[in-house]
Every structure is written in structure tokens, then in C-alpha cells.
């Protein structure tokens, strides 16, 4: 995969038995890291996701693109398609990633957001939800999560518990996903807003509404960790 501006590199994230694939970036003086969500049937070489981390990474952010699931859990499609909507188990798995990487000496002393798409925005939530019960003043800290066309409906109990300030963005022609996402805004207790694209469909494939999408979470991440008082 060709290098992105800020020097990606592929990593293989070991949780136990398991083992994931990913790319990482850090730019020079990064403020914050953002860990990436996939929805399902996406990972972590989404031109859309690369496209945001891009953006992220401009505006001073390390970014985590992982697979959710393990190389032999997508080649057994057939089999393990069901782990793909398990939203505890996504969860889980992105909070033990974010261990990982706060276990890194490059990463350790960065707060770290969450950026879902689809099916990873519930398991972002449910994540964030558990970093602000589980872990320890010397932990990774969520400073904020972006949902973009994401199901934050699906976190169901966790969204009462999330503390990070959290931005659902929706394209405007998604009206399906739109009222999903109301109805997870009225339910959210910590800081949120809902942003709509206008003209934008599910996948944001129309002209310019990506770019849209990626620098409000931009500028959603960079108010926020700047409020948290992230390192630069």
C-alpha cells in the first residue's frame, strides 16, 4: 500500500490468540489518535476511511486503521458473517485495541478518539462507553467519537454511558439512517450534536460530501482534544 503524508505503516495488533491487521500513521507533533471503527464488509484498506485519515492526519492526528475481524475470520465468510453484527464483540475488540496502542512508546501519552462507520460506530460507542468505566487515571483516555452514516442505535444500553463528546454525521438523502440517528441523539447524555451533509446518500459517494464529512470530524476531534488538553 502506498504511504500516506504521514508515513503509514502496516502493523499486526496481537489481543491474545488473536491477531488483527492495520495501518498507522503518526505525523510529526500529533496531538491525539484516532481508531478507526469499519462497518461491515469494510477494513482497514476502505478508500473512504483512508480518504478521513488523511484529512485527520492534516490536522495533527495519528490514525489506526484495523479489520475488525482476523484473516481467517473473513476468508471463512460463510461461517463467521454473523461476527460482523456482533456489536459486543466489535466492542470489545476496539477497546482492546486501544490498549494496544496506548502500549506503544509513540502513542502512550496520546488521548485517543474513535471515528465508526456503519456497524463501527455502535461498536465505538460501546467501547467508549467502557473506557470511561475501566480504565485507570494512567490509561487511555476517549476524548471524543465521530459517527459518519454510522448505527449508533446499535450500542443500545451503552449510549446512557458514553461520556466522550460524540458527533453523528449523516448524509441527508440517507433518511433511514437519519432518523436512526435521532433517535441515538435524544438518548446520548454526554456533549453531542448531529450534522447533516447535504445532498449525501449512505456511502457519501456524491462530489465533495466526503470531504464534508471528514473535516467536520476533523474539526469535531481537534475542539475536543484541545479542550481535554491533548499534547502537542
Not at 163 to 168: G, H, I, Y
Not at 186 to 213: D, M, N
Request: aromatic share 6%; net charge neutral; glycine share 10%.
Amino acid at each position: 500500500m502506498a504511504a500516506t503524508a504521514a508515513n503509514a505503516v502496516q502493523v499486526d495488533i496481537a489481543l491474545g490468540a488473536l491477531q488483527l491487521r492495520g495501518v498507522y500513521a503518526r505525523p510529526a507533533g500529533a496531538r491525539g489518535a484516532v481508531l478507526f471503527a469499519h462497518g461491515s464488509g469494510s477494513g482497514r484498506l476502505s478508500p473512504r476511511n483512508h480518504f478521513v485519515a488523511r484529512v485527520l492526519q492534516d490536522a495533527g492526528f495519528a490514525t489506526l486503521l484495523f479489520d475488525l475481524l482476523t484473516d481467517e475470520e473473513q476468508w471463512r465468510e460463510r461461517e463467521t458473517r454473523h461476527l460482523r453484527f456482533d456489536i459486543a464483540l466489535l466492542g470489545a475488540r476496539l477497546l482492546a485495541t486501544t490498549r494496544w496502542l496506548h502500549a506503544r512508546a509513540d502513542a502512550a501519552s496520546l488521548p485517543v478518539g474513535y471515528f465508526g462507520a456503519s456497524t463501527g460506530a455502535a461498536a465505538a460507542l460501546v467501547a467508549a462507553a467502557e473506557v470511561a468505566s475501566s480504565f485507570d487515571a494512567g490509561g487511555p483516555r476517549v476524548f471524543a467519537v465521530v459517527s459518519r452514516g454510522g448505527r449508533p442505535d446499535l450500542a443500545d444500553g451503552a449510549l446512557e454511558l458514553v461520556c466522550a463528546p460524540t458527533l453523528l454525521v449523516v448524509g441527508s438523502e440517507d433518511h433511514e439512517v437519519l432518523e436512526l440517528n435521532r433517535r441515538a441523539l435524544a438518548r446520548l447524555l454526554c456533549e453531542k450534536a448531529l450534522a447533516l451533509v447535504p445532498g449525501a446518500s449512505h456511502l457519501f459517494e456524491e462530489p465533495g460530501t466526503l470531504a464534508q464529512a471528514a473535516q467536520l470530524a476533523a474539526d469535531w476531534f481537534a475542539r475536543h482534544v484541545d479542550a481535554a488538553g491533548g499534547a502537542r
